[in-house]
């Protein structure tokens, strides 16, 4: 019984471990590196760092919050721009000095290179 009863309190500690998915190659380059961000519909560009305590800055500033990681997903809390947890997907395969495209919920179509 008491052998059962310490199985099922060690398998529920390890499943919020198990759900979370580490970080796609791209997403661990983002972090590491930063990013500079241009945002279409605004004409705005502006560089973004984010650091290891799930904090980010960017746009000298003016955008700031927190980030966390779910696989190949970047979701960010910023209230400079009404973001909740707004989760946006990244391509695989990126690295330093590529440059792509992304669609923010909140802000709408990015080009993204990693510096």
């Keep these: 019984m008491k052998f059962k009863l310490i199985t099922l309190v060690a398998a529920a500690v390890a499943m919020p471990a198990l759900a979370q ?3 796609s190659d791209t997403l661990t380059e983002v972090i590491s590196k930063g990013v500079t961000v241009t945002v279409a519909q605004m004409a705005m560009t502006g560089d ?3 650091k290891a305590d799930g904090t980010f800055s960017g746009f000298d500033g003016q955008y700031e919050g927190t980030y966390k990681v779910d696989g190949s997903k970047l979701c960010v809390t910023a209230a400079a ?3 909740d947890n707004a989760c946006v997907e990244y391509p695989a395969g990126k690295k330093s000095g590529d440059k792509f ?3 923010d919920p909140a802000v709408g179509d990015l080009e993204i290179t990693i510096k």
Excluded: F, L
Aim: glycine fraction near 8%.
């Design 101 to 103: 495209k992304v669609t």
């Design 21 to 23: 998915t580490p970080p």
């Design 81 to 83: 721009v009404g973001q």
């Design 48 to 50: 973004v760092t984010y």
